[in-house]
């Protein structure tokens, strides 16, 4: 029986935790307001691309975990690298507690074109337009880094396209709601990559 893979399963818990906190905050939101925070959202791109992102979500736990038993189908086994993605991980996730408590409330993970949402542009949202998505990215990646094959690479992959898309409807979307408010914030601070730090015009 090959050896236990740590840096493997401490991957698959780190994105497990991940996902299972974007559920509990998903029955909260519900509880709070009677909609589930658009887990399913009414927009039909929204739920088509659901289809795919979903069970996305559920190799990217599970891989890992099955991987920590299966050490060998690796292309290369650095541990060094291996247990400093896992540390990385744990900070992206820290960063992303902070984020989810920025948004309160406000948090949603899907459009609602009948929704007005508030615009939040004050703390990790006035360095990034998109903090969340950032480091959920920089996560596939680590993840990637920690459990090097070719299933993680399609996953981490498949999630960071599905970002950027995402990502971008969001802004079409804001910017129908909020026009040149929104318009402005993003002319001074980038998607995913700080460019800046926003600062409203006076009045």
Known sequence: MP???????????????????????????????????????????????????????AAWVLVPILCAFLPDRYYWRVPALEWAAVGLALIILYLTMICWRKMGKDWRMGIDPNEKNTLIITGPYALVRHPIYALQCLLAIMSFVAVPNLWLAIIAGLQIVLLQWEARREERHMLSVHGQTY????????????????RAEPG
């Open 183 to 198: 318009g402005e914030y993003m002319r001074q601070v980038g998607r995913f990559i700080p460019r800046g730090i926003y």
């Open 3 to 57: 050896e236990m893979d740590w840096p493997a399963l401490a991957i698959g818990l780190i994105v497990g935790f991940y996902w299972a906190r974007v559920i509990k905050m998903v029955l909260k939101t519900r509880r709070l307001t009677g909609r589930a925070a658009n887990f399913f959202p009414p927009e039909t791109l929204g739920r088509i691309l659901r289809v795919i992102w979903y069970p996305n979500v």
